[in-house]
C-alpha cells in the first residue's frame, strides 16, 4: 500500500540505496514507475506493507514502511532487494555495494570507494566539513536529521 512519504511515522524504517552513476532524468522516471508499481503490490503475509519512496539526487532510491501497521519482514525484504538487483541490472548500476562513500563536492554529487574516500581525506582533499551521505540512518527520524551531514557528524568522521 503506497502512501505519501511524509504521511509516514517518524519511526519508519528506511534502506537507501545509492548507485555508483547518475541515473539520467529518463531512467530515473522508469524507476519511479517500476518502484510505484512494487510498492503497491508490496506485502508480508499477504498483507499489505505500507510504504513510501523518495528518490533523490538522481542517485538515491529510498524506500519507507511504516513498521507500525505490517512489519516488513523476511520474505518482502527479499523481494524488495530482489527488485533493487533487477534494477542493477537493467541499469547496469551497483545500488548495494555499501563500501563506497557519496559526498557533496561543490554541486556535484561524486561517488566513491571507501578506499579511494579515506585517501581523499588524507591528502585533505575532502574535510570534517564536506557533506556527506549517511546511509546508515534507519528511520525516517535519522534520515530527516542525519541522513545528509558534515562527515564529522557522521560515521565518516573517523577518517579525519
Partial sequence: ????????PEESKI????????FSDSEF???????ISFLEKWEAHSVGIESSYQLKYNRFIIIAV???????????IDKSVQFIQNLEQ?????????????????????????????KMAKEK??????????????????????W??????SWH???F
Avoid at 534502506?15 to 547518475?22: E, L
Avoid at 582533499?125 to 542525519?146: D, R
Wanted: net charge negative.
Fill in 1 to 8: 500500500m503506497l502512501i505519501p512519504f511524509e504521511n509516514l
Fill in 15 to 22: 534502506w537507501i540505496y545509492q548507485s555508483n552513476r547518475k
Fill in 29 to 35: 522516471s522508469e524507476i519511479e514507475t517500476d518502484l
Fill in 66 to 76: 511504516n513498521q507500525e501497521v505490517q512489519a516488513a519482514t523476511g520474505c518482502s
Fill in 90 to 118: 537493467k541499469y547496469n548500476v551497483d545500488l548495494l555495494d555499501k563500501m563506497n562513500v557519496t559526498f557533496k563536492n561543490g554541486e556535484h554529487i561524486a561517488h566513491k570507494s571507501l578506499i579511494d574516500f579515506k
Fill in 125 to 146: 582533499a575532502v574535510t570534517e566539513n564536506t557533506i556527506v551521505f549517511n546511509n546508515l540512518v534507519n528511520t525516517i527520524q535519522e534520515f530527516k536529521e542525519s
Fill in 148 to 153: 545528509e551531514v558534515p562527515a564529522m557528524d
Fill in 157 to 159: 568522521s573517523r577518517f
